[in-house]
């Protein structure tokens, strides 16, 4: 006889096992469709075999293994730390890493974290990994020296969360773009495991995938709640690929152009509509709203002369002084805008960007060459302020933790820089007279006024800023690894500093060098190529503000 159970049992597992299927056939999909434009993230799409895409592969599966530098240790369990000191994580993240880039707001993470928390509660795979990594994030800006407590802890969190990868890492949703974002910021703080760039080019495509990158027409009548979570989470993914690009000196994932995406007011100015939260009704903290809409004019300014200098073909490049000009005098009008309640250590990480950045302006790959003897004087300025500020910000007695890898790459960008226009344009260095200014044209922006220096000044300020950028790339080695870009610097600054102090001496008669003994001692201008850091070198970051 026909077993009628049996026949639906039989019925039902194959309905069961042909859903599984659609489900693996749609994702495998949605995998070719992303894989298809990721030409940035060196993946060679027509190459399936060779790269294992087979009906196993997943979209989690090519997140990772395209961003992973080295493997992620396992372990068989991570213990959650006590309630109040997961809170205190928490709260560090909000404060630090949120408050800049608010992937998550204050109820999303802590209601995560209750969730979490309670015993025999049901918890999703998005909860815990939004958990976990937020306590990576926060235990990975605590450590100091790589290896330490705070980076294995870190560590054991982000393998943890990498559990849930398969489950949250889907594409085709905010949550999961809003997972990969996470993970991004992570990368920040651990490049030994993840590449930062990689990712942020995945959440960059996921992004574009799901249309946030365009404001819904008003005729779709979207919730505000909706409108005002779309447009945060792509602020995101702006402001991070605008940073991780910068620092590479590498393409934008999209260009501005490409985006039609409304910039949300001022939340301090405009508490009835909160851009920086899912619901309008939930405000954030005036600092934290502030200082993410602060960091994204920031990224908007950047982002113009970026793509003018480093994206364009335009023959009116070929002497940019004027473009050159107005970036720099737009990021200081930003700098004097700043608002009083910004806490200093977020001053000094902008004011830190701000001269890298103008180090980046004046002096492109393609026509660095191409700069007059005024922008090099103008390029010196801004390498002795990028040192004041960010080796403040390294300080390892200070309570600063904005630093990420992100900031090794620009010191060795301004470290080049310096090294560059001290060897091949000393005149324009060293001579007491200041150089003319370039001619402008009618309405063009005036230059940035120059420091007036002697000989002498010049060349003991020169040999400062590079014994700091030294001391800077010596701490972030030791707190995130890869000690090359310190070893090559120290290297290549050795014969520099040589050179500085043979000018010195022979600027001075026998006599004069006696009576400047105490000024000036050989020991002091061999730092950078070995010794202790004397007294001598320690200048008041106050400077750096002088300008601004």
């Not at 120059?450 to 790339?473: H, N, Y």
Request: neutral net charge; contains cysteine; charged residues 20%.
């Amino acid at each position: 006889m026909f077993d009628v159970g049996a026949a639906q049992a039989a019925v039902t597992r194959t309905m069961s096992l042909g859903g599984r299927r659609n489900i693996q056939r749609k994702e495998a999909s949605d995998v070719d469709d992303l894989v298809a434009d990721f030409g940035f993230l060196a993946v060679n799409a027509t190459a399936r075999d060779f790269h294992g895409f087979t009906k196993e592969m997943s979209f989690a599966r090519l997140v990772l293994s395209t961003s992973s530098v080295e493997e992620m240790p396992r372990f068989s369990s991570t213990a959650l730390p006590p309630r109040d000191l997961g809170r205190g994580l928490v709260q560090r993240c909000l404060q630090e890493m949120f408050t800049l880039y608010p992937v998550l707001t204050d109820t999303a993470i802590f209601g995560s974290l209750d969730a979490v928390y309670q015993q025999r509660g049901y918890t999703t795979a998005s909860q815990r990994w939004d958990v976990r990594l937020t306590f990576a994030i926060a235990l990975m800006s605590r450590s100091r020296s790589k290896g330490d407590l705070e980076y294995q802890d870190a560590i054991r969190h982000a393998s943890s969360a990498l559990e849930d990868a398969e489950a949250v890492l889907l594409p085709g949703s905010i949550a999961s773009l809003r997972a990969i974002l996470l993970l991004v910021l992570y990368s920040l703080l651990d490049p030994t495991h993840f590449n930062s760039w990689y990712l942020i080019g995945v959440a960059s495509r996921v992004m574009a995938d799901l249309g946030l990158h365009q404001d819904p027409g008003e005729e779709l009548r979207v919730k505000i709640s909706h409108l005002m979570l779309r447009r945060r989470i792509f602020y995101c993914v702006y402001t991070l690929d605008r940073a991780i690009s910068l620092a590479y000196v590498r393409a934008f994932s999209f260009s501005d152009d490409s985006a039609n995406v409304a910039v949300v007011p001022n939340p301090a100015a405009h508490p009835s509509f909160v851009g920086w939260n899912e619901n309008p009704a939930e405000d954030l903290s005036s600092t934290s709203g502030t200082s993410a809409a602060q960091l994204l004019k920031l990224r908007q300014i950047q982002s113009i002369w970026f793509q003018q200098a480093f994206q364009s073909s335009r023959e009116d490049l070929i002497e940019p002084w004027q473009n050159r000009s107005s970036a720099i005098n737009a990021m200081q009008s930003w700098a004097r805008a700043l608002s009083n309640s910004t806490p200093i250590p977020l001053k000094h990480l902008f004011l830190s960007e701000i001269f890298f950045s103008n180090i980046l302006v004046l002096s492109p790959p393609q026509n660095a060459g191409l700069l007059c003897s005024y922008g090099k004087a103008v390029l010196f300025d801004n390498a002795v302020r990028y040192s004041e500020v960010t080796l403040r910000m390294c300080d390892a007695s200070h309570n600063y933790n904005h630093c990420t890898n992100l900031d090794i790459l620009r010191s060795r960008w301004v470290g080049e820089a310096l090294l560059n226009i001290l060897a091949d344009s000393p005149t324009a260095i060293y001579n007491t007279l200041d150089p003319p200014p370039p001619p402008l044209s009618a309405g063009s922006v005036a230059p940035p006024i120059l420091r007036r220096r002697g000989f002498t000044e010049t060349i003991d300020e020169a040999v400062k800023t590079i014994s700091r950028i030294d001391q800077i790339l010596n701490a972030l080695e030791t707190r995130f690894g890869n000690p090359l870009h310190y070893s090559t610097f120290k290297t290549e600054s050795a014969s520099t500093v040589k050179r500085l102090y043979s000018k010195r001496q022979h600027h001075y008669s026998p006599d004069m060098l006696q009576a400047n003994e105490l000024a000036f001692n050989r020991p002091q201008y061999e730092h950078a190529i070995g010794g202790v850091v004397p007294d001598w070198y320690h200048v008041s970051i106050a400077r750096s503000y002088e300008s601004l």
